[in-house]
């Protein structure tokens, strides 16, 4: 394994680097004031976008795309660094059309589309005309048990008519929100095998019983895109929006997560790098009890520990994404999952450092510290909580264990 930047990763570093110091975080003023109104600002975003596909920094997360299609093949090992340095800022990897969860759903469109779906919704994700959603989880099941989930997606002639309740579907209030994935169980048969059961439909956002309930807040942070309860009440839509196989939900979910949970830790790498370096600024620039913070032996270890930690997480980062790329997303699952537990857990831990060394100032939005501690806490449920990643790392260590035995 060598985890060495390329010279083409390095030559792409340095131009993101500087699109980043250029357009980006000039912006993130402007930005950060529309947020805080709860708008999403559109027009902002449109002309980053524009910019940064005209210099070719677009679509960088999806190694299969085609001749035909916008983008830069990047491999995993590849966009890696650079998902790192878009995560630095949270709303960057929108104008590079690298945000969640529309890479999930490309990464899926484009490998199980029809080529009507190609054209109706991954074409338009491609070149980042549109937003999309993915409505996996339900607020009145277990849904670390995807197989607990209720949503029906029943057949009726040419159509599928969907009924259920799904929540935390991000997009779902963006401006540019045009459809939504949707998981459900296609086979009523009880007797049926459980991972057999379950499809994903796509759902326009204008389809007659789908309604936004509301956008439900994350530690009492509402995005700007949101995290929606969404309704589904007798809602039809065409049997050619069943994306792949009848009964194909849980591949095609296997096929969205992997990619999607490694893209996650990426940009929360970056974002641990941001709290180091304001916690290492406060730390040389304030002073307590005449000496500056920097001096306690306590806030030194921090400083070390977190870069230790955040050396660590990128090292474990990268493997996973090698082995994504030489072994494919099935044979990296149990290191995917180890670097979901790692990223997030870190990132609490980091920011909490760097929120104590900052004092109550830490509690505000004067700095981004306290929005990077919420995400970070909400990263240990996103696809999927840290417990069912342990339980997936456990057993294939207890499989070994007992290979070992029996040998």
Known sequence: MDFAYSPKVQELQARLRAFMQEHVIPADKAWSESAAKHIHPTALIDGLKARA?????????LPGLKSDEPGMALSNLEFA???EIMGRLPWAAEVFNCSAPDTGNMEILHRF?????????LVPLLEGRIRSGVSITEPDEASSDPTNLKTTIARDGDHYVINGRKWFTTNAIHPKFAFTIVFGVSNQDPMAPRHARHSFVIVPKDTPGFRVVRDVAIMQHYSVEGHCELEFKEVRVPV??????EGAGFAIMQARLGPGRIHHCMRSIGQCEVALELMCERALSRSTFGAKLSDNANIRDWIAEARIEIDQARLLNLKAAWVMDTKGTKAAQTEISMIKVVAARLQTKVTDRAMQVFGARGLTSDTPLAYLWTWGRALRFIDGPDEVHLRGIARKELKAAEARRQA
């Open 53 to 61: 596909k005209a210099e070719g920094l677009w679509n960088m997360f």
């Open 81 to 83: 660094p650079l998902a």
């Open 240 to 245: 050619a929006n069943l994306l792949g196989d």
């Open 113 to 121: 589309a029809a080529p009507e779906q190609r054209r109706r919704w």
